[in-house]
């Protein structure tokens, strides 16, 4: 009998910690099977972030460390300069990334580092208990937006489109994991954005719509609604730079 | 480079580095330090080595984090302000117990301060720095000389440890020149075979380095752990010059710029007939305290100077432990002692 399902070789088998429903797991699991299926599990470094997915070296079986709250792309370009043969990654959250991390995802971006990040966009700090994140919907109540976000705490921060102006990020695109079709399409980004990094191209990253059911008060299955009524009309999915193709 | 050669002090970091075998470097522009990072931009490609220019220290002490955990010798510079911003990972260097050397060629504060040379961040060197139960050996070079020849120990004492290195120098010695016959690296470096680095895990279990520690109990275990370290530290790794402590009735204290100026009083008052010695600390942390605790009970009192309110003071005075009387004299925010303002005192105390 063919074996159509199992646990990719870049994964542990260990349960996780994540909440039912949270969109780490999947991504995870997405990121396990590309890393198999590039056949780079032996050269593949990951930096993990401050957030929920703080531990996320003790669910994959490839070399792994952490890097402070939002530093991960400059630990990332540290590993980097100094193994350009290895593939490095930063997973990191919205949070991380977009708030206290801007500086130095920008500046890794702009640099053309020839890292891949995978960024989950779940519209909240999980971690530390809910909190607005950049990335918070207006009219989204939080921890800290009680009433709902108004604009005087900010907009929603589109940070791939941002990073899509600077020459030296070569692949970024949008997805969700909302649906399968959806989860489908997260694969193939992760993927090509790995082989941006392995054929030296530059930058690339992948934004990852993705649930947070805890925080948002709602079901996994209202969560998965939730991303496609809200998230995504005011982050829309698909490629923002670069394409898909040879993927 | 075996024969003397005229350097800045700055410059001479950054070549005594590369002997060393640092081939990563990462730094922010900031005044009196920028000899350094420059002088790194143009040698660093040369040796095949990494120069990044970061967009702030944060991000350019994390870069170090991640070279070093991914086996080179790194290392990162600044002068106060950009120090303020590398604890966060400073304190993750030594909870993840990574070697780096980092430079800070201090100037005045608080705040921005101003460029002149100070040693006001003494405190913040030899006391953590950053949040965490860690510390740093560190280093208060006095010369151009003994700048070069303690950044090859730095680089050696941060992998034999696996913990940061600081060398504390200021405006004045970075940006002084003298003559400087800095070792030429020939053969292997010794640098020990690192068998932790993340290299991706080939033919190997996968490694993972952090300092996130939840268990209970374990991260109690892991500062047990560094605590044992810093303890062999202090056993082993203690620097410091004296001279004239034999018969001194009053011995004086000062480290870096601020030794070399009191070794000029002392002499302008030994040739009146003074008694008068010196304890030079080459190591700030792990601090000379039992050569001061010695000689506390036979004479007449310490002069501790510094360029700073008073801070190194408090470690003589704990040394000390009032078996004699401990004084002070500083200068602060940017200013230098004299040679005339530290004999006057030495006279007023006798
Ligand atoms: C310097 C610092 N500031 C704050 C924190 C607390 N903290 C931990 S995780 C986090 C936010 C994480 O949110 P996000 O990046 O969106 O990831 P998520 O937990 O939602 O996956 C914060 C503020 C910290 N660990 N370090």
Partial sequence: MKKVFSLPESMKDVWTHYCPGCGHG????????????????????????????????????????????????????????????????????????????????????????????????????????????????????TATTPGGRDSSAGYPLKVSELLAILPGT???????????????????????????????????????????PSYWRLSPKEAKEWIEEKMIPNFPLGVIKGNLKDA | MSEKVLMCGNEVVGEAAIQAGCRFYAGY???????????????MPEEGGVFIQAESELAAISMVFGASLAGARAMTSSSSPGISLKQEGISYLAGNELPAVIVNMMRGGPGLGN???????????????????????VFGPANVQ??????????????????????????????????????????????PEKDWILTGAKGRSPRIIRSLILKEGELEKHNRHLQDKFRVMKEKEILYEEEGIDDAEIILVAYGTSARIAKAAL?????????????????????????????????????????????MVEDVRLAVSGKCPVHFYGRTGGGVPTAE???RKIRELL
């Fill in chain 2, 341 to 343: 303002e530290i004999s």
């Fill in chain 2, 267 to 311: 002499n302008q008052v030994k040739s009146e007939g003074i008694r008068a010695g010196i304890i030079r600390p080459i190591t700030l942390w792990p601090f000379p305290e039992k050569v001061i605790a010695d000689v506390s009970s036979r004479i007449n009192c310490f002069l501790v100077i510094e360029m700073s309110a008073g801070q």
């Fill in chain 2, 115 to 137: 460029i002149a040379p100070a040693q006001s961040d003494y405190f913040q060197a030899t006391k953590g720095g950053g949040h965490g139960d860690y510390n740093l050996i």
């Fill in chain 2, 29 to 43: 522009p900031i005044t009196p330090q920028n000899e350094l990072t420059a002088y790194m931009a143009r040698r």
């Fill in chain 2, 146 to 191: 003994e700048l070069a020849e303690l950044m090859g120990a730095a680089f050696d004492l941060a992998d034999r440890y696996r913990n940061p290195v600081l060398i504390l120098g200021d405006g004045i010695l970075g940006q002084m020149m003298e003559p400087v016959k800095i070792k030429k690296r020939v053969g292997k470096l010794a640098c």
């Fill in chain 1, 170 to 212: 070569v692949f970024l695109c949008r997805t969700a994991i909302s649906n399968p079709a959806n989860i489908r399409k997260t694969k193939l980004a992760i993927k090509k954005a790995f082989q941006v990094q392995l054929e030296n191209k530059g930058f690339s990253l992948v934004e990852i719509l993705s649930p947070c």
């Fill in chain 1, 26 to 141: 999947v991504i995870h699991r997405l990121l396990g099977e590309v890393i198999d299926e590039l056949g780079i599990r032996e050269k593949t470094i990951g930096v993990a972030p401050v957030g929920c997915a703080v531990i996320a070296y003790d669910y994959f079986n490839i070399d792994m460390t952490e890097a402070a709250h939002g530093r991960t792309p400059a630990v990332a370009t540290g590993i980097k300069r100094i193994l350009p043969e290895r593939v490095v990654f930063t997973y990191q959250g919205d949070g991380d990334l977009a708030a206290i991390g801007t500086s130095e995802i920008i500046h890794a971006a702009n640099r053309g580092e020839r890292i891949t990040v995978i960024f989950v966009n779940n519209a909240v700090y999980g971690m530390t208990g809910g909190q607005m994140a950049p990335t918070t919907m207006l009219g989204q109540v």
